[in-house]
Structure formats: C-alpha cells, structure tokens
C-alpha cells in the first residue's frame, strides 16, 4: 500500500530525510514516530504528492507518486490542514474541496465522515467560527469523505479531546480491518499504541527502527518472575540456555529470553529450589522504546 524506497529529501543544503526505505501493508496501521524535526512531515507530504522527493522512489497503491497522480484520489490526507475558506460554511468547505475530484457530490462515505467528525449543527456555520478541534474534526471528514483505501494522517489527534480520540482510534481500527492502510504520525505515544499494529521510528532523518509494534516493544519476549530469593532467582535464570539478560527491577527477576518458553524458566527456578508467586509478561511502553531508540531518549539518559 506504501512503499518508501530509498528516499531523501532536501531542502537547500538542510537534508530532512535521508535514505528512508519502509512499506505498509493493506490491513496494517502505522505509526511513524519521532521526535521534532525527525523527518515525519516531510515524509508524508512527498507519500502524498505535495512535495517531490530529492532522491528514492515512492509509491502509494501499487503507482509511483507525483503531483497530482490519479492514485492520490483513492488516498485520504491529513497533513497541515486544508486551508479551509473562513466566510464558508463547514459543509460548503468540504463540497469545494470536493470539487477538485470533478465528481458528483455527495462524496461515498460523506455520512460516515460526518458521524465521526460529530459537528453536528455546526456544520452550517461559518468556519472563522470554529475552534481548533471543531477544524480539526473537518479535516478529518475531508480526508476520510472520499472512502479512501490509504489513510496518510499527520497528527491526527491534535485539538481533539479524550472522547473524540477514542472515537478516533476505533474508526482507524475498523477501517484497516477492512483491508485499507493508515500512516499516523503522532506525538501521543500512549494513544497511538492502543491503535497501531505497526510502527516506524526516525531520528533525524533516518530510520531507527520499522516493524510489529510488539516486536518492536519486544513484549513477547520479556517475562517478569516474582520470586524468593530475588538474587538466587537472577543467577539461575542467567544460566539458562538462550536467555539474553536478566534484571532484578522493583522486586521482580525481568528475563529476556527469545524463543524461551516459560515452563522452562519456570522449572530451573524450581529445581534449583526458588519459589516462584506469579509470573507475568513485561510490555515496554511504546514511550519507554521510543525514548531509547532515538536522540530524545539519549539526552534524557545523560541527564
Ligand atoms: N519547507 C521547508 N524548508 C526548509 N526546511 C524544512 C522545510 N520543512 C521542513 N524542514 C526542515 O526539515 C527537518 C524535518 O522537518 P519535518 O517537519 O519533516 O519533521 P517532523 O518530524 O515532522 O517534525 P515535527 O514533529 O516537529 O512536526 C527539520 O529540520 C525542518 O526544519
């Protein structure tokens, strides 16, 4: 559904993406993750059109992009805002922007855009009347009008409030479950766990890191042992065949053990005569990988 190949992005002598390769598959929602000036925005606008890439190949839907591509008409963005007309209502504002696809109004999935937007009766007022999230709301229903099969969705969540990022959330879920594709770039780490299935980090330009939101959490692999001695417990989980690391942290042996199934840690415990309580499967936050992947992470670590 996306395919970045190779791409770099200049802007005079400033290079704000440099070499970036990732894909998104149909059914998949991507987070693209970073701090500051990491590169997101850049990205997007090339993915969709809005800007040409200085070097690499792009492609959305199967076709190379440009500006103006008949493929962008099946991709719903969000990036800096359409710049809606102040004087125009909300509806009038979506029917313009409408317009530039030259087809019959009402846009397929209008009803379904509007539910969510959720403007309700304000859709008939004038635009310089709406707030920030009011606008916001609008600019998601532009994008998701048109029933697109790509969504490319920079900060969608800004302006919203916890309801209406929930509503959000559960929307981007049933879309992808449909078998569209949704690029999110967010900086509400918390949030855009709870909807991804994927993610990719940058860090001033680059990659840092692409893949299965758990693996890339290494949630799968990581296990946290309640256990009596707590220092027995690390030393006999170290000797185990193909554990990679073992912490003591907040009264719990943390074992890093790909491929470790956890009847086996269990039983060296036992055997070696440690009671194990409880044992549980130890998620990092998406903050907590993020943080140590990228600069970010670094200057809170030399602090
Ligand atoms: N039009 C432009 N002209 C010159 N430099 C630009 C332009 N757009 C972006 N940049 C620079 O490119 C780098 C990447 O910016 P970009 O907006 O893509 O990052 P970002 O990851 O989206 O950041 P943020 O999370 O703050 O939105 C930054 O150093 C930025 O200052």
Known sequence: MIEVASLTKRYGRRTAVERLSFTVQAGQVCALLGPNGAG???????????????????????????????????????????????????LAN????????????????????????GLGTALQEKVKRY????????????????????????????????AEVR???GYLARFAERGAAVL???????????????????????????????????????????????DRAVAVLRAVPGVTAVTARGGYAEVTAPGVPSSDLVHALVTAGVRVGAVHRAGRSLEDAFLAMTITGEADAAR
Request: hydrophobic content about 50%; charged content about 20%; aromatic content about 2%.
């Open 131 to 162: 707030s920030m999230g009011m606008k916001q709301r609008l600019m998601l229903a532009q994008a998701l009008m048109r029933a697109p099969d790509l969504l490319v969705l920079d900060e969608p969540a800004n302006g919203l409030d916890p």
């Open 40 to 90: 997101k925005t850049s990205t997007m606008r090339v993915l969709v059109g809005l800007s040409t890439p200085s070097e690499g190949r792009v492609s959305v839907l199967g076709e190379p992009v440009g500006l103006g591509v008949a493929v962008l008409g099946r991709v719903g963005v969000l990036i800096d805002g359409p710049a809606f007309v102040p004087h125009l209502s909300g």
């Open 184 to 230: 999110i770039s967010s900086h509400q780490l918390a949030e855009v766990q709870q909807v991804a299935t994927h993610a990719v980090v940058m860090d001033r330009g680059r990659l840092v890191a692409a893949g299965q939101l758990g693996t890339l959490l290494g949630a799968a692999d990581t296990l946290r042992f309640e256990a009596d001695p707590l």
């Open 167 to 169: 509503a959000l959330r």
């Open 94 to 117: 979506l029917r313009l922007l409408w317009s530039a696809t030259r087809r019959a109004w009402p846009p397929p999935a209008l009803d379904e855009a509007l539910e969510l937007a």
